[in-house]
């Protein structure tokens, strides 16, 4: 509604007000409420608002999730080509993440496009997911193995 749309486009200008000094923080803090204001407008299916929203967001995170909320919003509402073109979007943020953010990241796009009804681009990001968890174990294994190493050998 158009009241709706009022109340979000001024939360859009709240959000981008500077509040503190310090640009980082500023940063993190304008990029936190978009997110908020995307996921509500999300919610009431207000797709091209919260797209429009999202696209403001400065953090690579905060985008990646707010696109991945969008498309699963949109599949919930049965529009399921508009939730895969919106994750393809999200796909774009997703090397932001460490390791551990990278596997929630694709779990979360995968269960959306399960939804969405393609069980081949959620299998592939079921297996995206995987191999990361591997990297990310045989990574772990070398750190300690290193670190034992370094420990052995200086000890003596």
Do not use: C
């Not at 979000?8 to 978009?34: I, Q, S």
């Not at 929630?104 to 079921?126: C, E, F, H, N, W």
């Amino acid at each position: 509604s158009s009241t709706l749309r009022r109340i979000f486009a001024l939360g859009v200008n709240f959000a981008t007000e500077k509040g503190t000094k310090d640009p980082d923080v500023e940063e993190l803090l304008r990029d936190g409420r978009l997110g908020k204001i995307t996921d509500a407008e999300a919610e009431v299916d207000d797709f091209e608002d919260a797209i429009k929203t999202a696209e403001l967001i400065h953090g690579e995170i905060y985008k990646e999730f707010a696109f991945i909320h969008i498309a699963d919003n949109q599949s919930d509402a049965g529009n399921s080509t508009e939730a895969l073109n919106t994750l393809i979007v999200a796909l774009k943020y997703v090397g932001a993440f460490k390791s551990e953010g990278k596997i929630t990241s694709l779990l979360r796009i995968g269960k959306v496009q399960i939804k969405a009804g393609d069980v081949t681009g959620a299998r592939q990001s079921m297996m995206n997911a995987l191999k990361v968890a591997a990297t990310l174990r045989i990574m772990q294994g070398f750190e300690a193995g290193v670190e034992s190493w370094n420990e052995d050998t200086y000890k003596k």
